[in-house]
């Protein structure tokens, strides 16, 4: 019997239901699916970021699509962790305590509405789990195509094992961050589980190709895992440890030069900045060279907003 927050599964079951937080309106959505036969266990998040929409479309699909009495081990799923974002539309924050939920980790389950969600989603969920994949993907004004940032702390086998499941996402790039902080990442320091977090899509419109690339790289993950049978399919990746943001110099209209998995050179243009009568205020430029891993889907941009990410290598 696997039991999260008064949401019970026995082997061969699925249940659903809600993990309290103190607050009925943004209590957590929870799946268990419990598989026939014992195994390794996976946590599976969707909607860290409330309005990274491709995220919660393709957790949910998971969810439904998962039959547990083919299955060795468990998924401990939400498809949608931070309703209060999802529900306001804000950009990264929380409306409520304007806290962004993948900077509180582990949380605090006294703390404001942020602290409680990550608390309850770290200690009720992934405490549970032998691997976390967290998914999200661009926000209000970004756009990804998609790639996979993988953790990395002080263990070197666990640190293979993320790069393992970030091999199963459908994507040619893999970011390497510090298993420490805020970040969900943060989880493989504190528990010593292998993390990711794949990333793909764009709020509006909520495409397709986004869902599968988190669809498909979950379902290897499974197979990796061998909650699912069969041979998961991997991609060898390019692996970076650095993300170079170029921002916005002053306000105006964005035109963007490049487009997303781009390969760019150090000093190629990624796109211009006019103002109101279509002069030339600034020529964005790449800092190194590198793939464009994240561009602006906003055509009005305010000084000091991103425009556009590259992903450097050493």
């Known amino acids: 019997m696997i039991s999260l927050g008064g949401v019970k599964a026995s082997p061969g079951e699925k249940s659903t239901g809600f993990i309290d937080v103190g607050d009925d309106r943004y209590k957590i ?10 195994g390794k266990t996976l946590g599976l998040f969707g909607g860290t970021h409330g309005t990274e929409f491709a995220s919660v479309e393709a957790v949910t699909r998971v969810i439904r ?3 547990p009495s083919v299955m060795r081990g468990a998924v401990l ?9 999802f529900e306001k539309r804000t950009q990264y924050t929380s409306p409520v305590d304007k806290l962004n939920l993948n900077g509180v980790f582990p949380g605090d389950a006294s703390g404001s509405l942020t ?7 770290f200690e009720g969920i992934v405490s549970k789990c032998d ?3 967290d998914c999200h993907g661009g926000d ?6 998609g790639f996979v940032v993988a953790a990395e702390g002080e263990d070197a086998a666990v640190n293979a094992e993320a790069l393992a499941l970030a091999s199963c996402f459908p994507c040619d790039l893999t970011h390497v961050f510090p298993a420490s902080g805020g970040m969900s990442l943060g989880a493989q320091g504190i528990y010593g589980i292998p993390c990711v977090m794949p990333e793909a899509g ?3 419109p909520v495409r397709e190709e986004a869902v599968r690339f988190h669809h498909e790289g979950v379902t290897n993950v499974l197979r990796y895992m061998h909650i699912l049978g069969g041979e ?3 991609r060898v990746q390019r692996v970076s440890r650095r993300r170079l943001r170029v921002l916005a110099s002053v306000s105006g209209a964005w035109h963007p030069s490049v487009e997303l998995d781009d390969e760019v050179k150090k000093g190629a243009e990624l796109g211009r900045v006019t103002d109101v009568f279509g002069d030339v205020v600034q020529v964005a430029k790449a800092p190194e060279g590198g793939v464009v891993g994240m561009t602006r889907c906003f055509y009005s941009v305010n000084k000091g907003e991103t425009l556009a990410v590259v992903s450097a290598f050493d």
């Open 29 to 38: 959505p929870v799946a268990v699916i419990n598989g026939v036969l014992p």
């Open 65 to 67: 699509s998962l039959d």
């Open 77 to 85: 799923a939400t498809p949608l962790l931070n309703r209060a974002q």
């Open 115 to 121: 602290q409680r969600v990550a608390n309850a989603a």
């Open 131 to 133: 691997a976390l994949v």
């Open 140 to 145: 209000i004004d970004e756009d990804i195509r």
């Open 202 to 204: 764009t709020p509006h």
């Open 232 to 234: 998961p399919k991997r």
